[in-house]
């Protein structure tokens, strides 16, 4: 079972309907024990960081999604649910995220001519081709919208960059660890075949 976590805080119907265009069901749940129970898990996302880690934590989602990276099963991190993962984000104060990856989450600081939040079409870079890009050319186009960024600790994780107009971290990668800033479900079929691939991990 795929389990997309619902701490009402991200646009989980697209997320699900991406799945079922490429054949695979997946359940939106906010019940810890069916997420313990999953064999992949999506942590979604969308609105402010604050809000969604409080959000979390009141519906008692943290220890099975540590849980769940801990005991290796596959998951995916979109957009604010990769910002959530690092140690803290700097958006509107200081807050403290899940500490699962190190590193913060920054606004970005740009010239006066580019406008924040960060919208539309990027090319993407990878430096490693994690699996869930196979069948991928290479710089693929993804679709962003986003006002903050990740900064992690170890560039290590770092398995994609974008530019706006300075490089940022697009997506991480660390064992069956994966989280996107950009948003596979919206990015059509480039976006599809991430999911598809993700879903597929461990079939084949």
């Not at 024990?33 to 604050?50: Q, T």
Request: hydrophobic share 40%.
């Amino acid at each position: 079972m795929i389990a997309i976590i619902d701490y009402q805080m991200g646009n989980l119907r697209s997320v699900q309907k991406g799945f079922e265009r490429v054949g695979h069901a997946a359940t939106i749940t906010s019940d810890p024990a069916e997420i313990a129970a999953a064999d992949k898990v999506i942590l979604p996302g969308v609105g402010a960081f604050a809000d969604a880690i409080a959000e979390l934590k009141r519906r008692d989602l943290v220890a099975p999604i540590r849980e769940s990276i801990d005991a290796g099963k596959p998951f995916l991190g979109i957009c604010l649910g990769l910002q959530l993962l690092f140690d803290r984000s700097l958006e509107d104060g200081e807050h403290e995220g899940l500490g699962i990856l190190p590193g913060e989450v920054r606004r970005f600081d740009l010239p006066r001519e580019y406008k924040v939040p960060h919208m539309g079409w990027n090319r993407v870079a990878f430096d490693r081709r994690p699996p869930i890009l196979a069948g991928l050319e290479d710089e693929p186009y993804f679709y962003f919208v986003h006002s903050y960024h990740v900064v992690p600790t170890d560039n290590a994780v770092v398995a994609g960059e974008a530019s706006y107009p300075d490089p940022f971290c697009a997506m991480v990668w660390r064992d069956h660890l994966f989280a996107t800033q950009f948003h596979p479900e919206k990015s059509q079929a480039n976006g599809l075949r991430v999911l598809k691939n993700f879903a597929e991990l461990g079939e084949r």
